[in-house]
């Protein structure tokens, strides 16, 4: 398993996309946007299996959080006999080997992250082939209500919208992290006001019980027809 920590990351993510820039190659758009957000964070990324069927678990995030979700998702897949990859939606070149792929994002203002829609959007093609499956980690499901369920639900709806062409077969949301250590100065002044306006404390929130339990009883039998 490969732990990419957030200076890593900024660092290789600052080398490839500055070279990329200055040689005129990405409009300055593309550059990654949750740069912007954390100063801290470990981003997985892992294989597993040498045969059987191969998965991608692909996922964005800002503090790093999700990537660890998507690796638990990944460790139930590898447990059954499969071959997966976890990785960041920035490192993947193709989807043409995979039998089925997972897709992640942690949520930022009601949505998953923009790099992660655009990721579905340009692979679309490829996935229109291959069961799909989304989750995404948030803070609204830090309460236990029908209303926190249906609004983390909702959260799913610009990537469902932006790209109709894919129908996943699974969707699910989880209660995410909040860990102020991990923002950046602006953004930790900006979610320390939203949280304690609605009542939520900082906190690791994430049931990997129920994580591992969606990706073996749901997930696994939908994208390997088991
Ligand atoms: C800038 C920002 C905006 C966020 N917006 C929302 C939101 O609209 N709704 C929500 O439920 N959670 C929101 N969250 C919470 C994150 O989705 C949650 O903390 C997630 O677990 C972070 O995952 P990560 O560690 O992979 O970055 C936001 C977090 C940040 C930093």
């Known amino acids: 398993m490969k732990n990419m920590t957030r200076r890593q990351f900024v660092v ?76 960041h939606v920035q490192n993947i070149e193709t989807l043409s080997s995979y039998d089925g792929v997972v897709i992640g994002s942690a949520v930022k203002s009601a949505s998953w992250h923009p790099s992660a829609i655009e990721f579905v959007k340009e692979n679309q093609d490829m996935l229109k082939q291959i069961p799909v499956a989304y989750f995404l980690t948030c803070l609204a499901l830090y309460f236990d209500t029908t209303e926190a369920q249906d609004l983390a639900e909702s959260y799913f709806r610009p990537v469902l919208t932006a790209v109709p062409g894919i129908k996943p077969k699974a969707v699910q949301a989880f209660a995410g992290v909040l860990d102020y250590g991990k923002l950046n100065m602006m953004f930790r002044l900006v979610m320390k006001a939203k949280m304690k306006k609605q009542g939520i404390p900082e906190g690791d929130f994430r049931d990997f019980q129920k994580i591992e339990s969606w990706a073996e009883k749901t997930v696994w039998p939908l994208l390997t027809g088991v």
Not at 21 to 28: H, V, W
Not at 40 to 69: D, H, N, P, Q, R
């Open 12 to 87: 290789n993510s600052s080398m490839t996309v500055g070279g990329l820039i200055t040689a005129g190659a990405i409009p300055l758009g593309m550059v990654s946007p949750n740069l912007a957000y954390a100063q801290e964070g470990k981003f997985v990324e892992s294989s597993c299996g040498t045969k059987g069927k191969k998965i991608l678990v692909a996922y964005e995030s800002f503090c790093g959080s999700t990537s660890e979700v998507a690796q638990s998702i990944a460790d139930v897949f590898c447990k059954q006999g499969a071959r997966v990859n976890v990785r």
